[in-house]
């Protein structure tokens, strides 16, 4: 019977300190600049989530400026429509994700073309056949077709447009790709002509995915569990699992027993555990709640003592933090929850409500800390009101 591996100890201070070195949050410019640093942040983190909600800067262009400071929106266009280095896609969410690992993908858009997609059933061939006949002759948005009749809605976020749906049905078979965004305007192209396949990638196998996906996770979370690297993708947990198990034997994997985790299950790779200190303490983050940091709630609030809410579809006398408040880092700590708006006709980043939290919550720690928010925060504004989509 074989030995039990023992587990590596590891306090949330430490356990912060990889995430965030993984996240790249701990250093000012880890990426570099231009386009290229875009597709870098995408490939290192995996993906960037994508999200229409704007009353601040749309999620994506948030999540790469938190980590490129003179990023440009032209940038993100670069890398999609003309180094195409990114492409858009479903992880667990609509996302950027890197070019190169398109392969992992194609198995789930063979399935959507043999099985369909529970979200647009309501696409006739005739629809399809009309898009496909448009987009051969160019790239094109739905702009571009103006001759549909209306249909009504089965779900809140679906389009009256049939035309939309086979679009988005064709993208989700990997048949249409997006080849450039303007704002949430989705300009579609033949997948094959837009990267230029003679003959398209070979599939990964089931075996590669679920390596990738263990991968991708320790690789921009440094410390894992399960659920963080399944975050809404509880059919791979098993295969995931299995892979885990023998990594451990082979001594690839060490299992951390996370201070406060409990009973959940924590692995790291052996390097990956030893102490890398705190980053540059200096920093200031004001983060999208789509940011990956963020965005697995309980996870979050494990690492960091911070539960973040989402109160966006919450009614305004049961928020706490406001409509969309956005969490502060500074060093290795949320500090705060600040609800911002942006007043675009007026060029003003609107301040709504501004909640201390942690440690912050104690009134001696926000005299130090309050002067270096607002410096960022004015930083933030200018890329908040900077031209361009």
């Avoid at 995408?42 to 938190?66: C, F, M, P, W």
């Avoid at 180094?83 to 063979?110: N, Q």
């Avoid at 369909?116 to 629809?127: I, L, M, Q, R, Y």
């Avoid at 675009?344 to 912050?360: D, F, H, T």
Wanted: aromatic share 8%; glycine share 6%; proline share 7%.
């Amino acid at each position: 019977m074989p030995r039990p591996i023992p587990s590596h100890p590891l306090s949330r201070t430490d356990a912060r300190h990889i995430w965030l070195r993984a996240q790249r949050l701990d250093t000012p410019v880890p990426f570099g600049d231009g386009p290229a640093a875009v597709a870098a942040a995408v490939e290192h983190l995996g993906y960037v989530q994508i999200d229409t909600i704007n009353v601040i800067e749309r999620a994506h262009h948030h999540i790469l400026y938190s980590r490129i400071p003179d990023y440009r929106r032209a940038d993100l266009r670069h890398a999609q429509g003309v180094d195409k280095s990114v492409f858009e896609y479903w992880t667990h969410a609509l996302s950027y994700v890197p070019a190169g690992d398109i392969s992992f993908f194609l198995p789930a858009m063979r399935q959507h073309r043999r099985e369909g997609h529970k979200w647009f059933n309501s696409v006739t061939p005739a629809d399809m056949r009309k898009v496909m006949r448009l987009i051969r002759q160019g790239p094109l948005t739905i702009r571009d077709i103006d001759d549909d009749v209306l249909v009504e809605k089965e779900h809140l976020w679906q389009s009256r447009k049939p035309s939309k749906r086979a679009l988005q049905l064709a993208f989700y078979t990997g048949v249409l790709t997006i080849s450039e965004r303007n704002g949430m305007l989705k300009t579609y192209d033949l997948t094959a002509r837009h990267f230029g396949w003679d003959k398209p990638p070979k599939p990964a196998s089931a075996r590669e995915i679920t390596a990738y996906l263990l991968d991708r996770a320790l690789r921009s979370q440094g410390v894992v569990s399960l659920d963080s690297i399944c975050h809404l993708d509880a059919p791979s947990k098993k295969s995931v699992r299995r892979l885990i198990e023998t990594r451990l034997r082979r001594g690839e994997l060490v299992p951390v027993a996370l201070e406060g985790a409990g009973k959940q299950e924590h692995w790291a790779r052996p390097e990956a555990v030893q102490p890398v200190g705190e980053g540059d303490p200096g920093l200031v983050h004001i983060l999208s709640p789509f940011d990956p940091l963020i965005i697995q709630r309980k996870r979050t609030e494990l690492f960091f003592g911070y539960g973040h809410r989402f109160e966006a579809y919450v009614p305004k006398d049961k928020r706490l933090f406001g409509y969309f408040a956005l969490p502060v880092l500074v060093g290795d700590e949320i500090v705060a929850a600040i609800d911002l708006k942006t007043d675009r006709p007026n060029k003003k980043l609107l301040m709504q409500k501004w909640s201390w939290v942690g440690s912050a919550a104690k009134r001696g720690a926000r005299k130090a800390l309050k002067p270096r928010i607002e410096e960022e925060l004015h930083r933030f504004e200018r890329f908040q009101l900077a031209n361009g989509p």
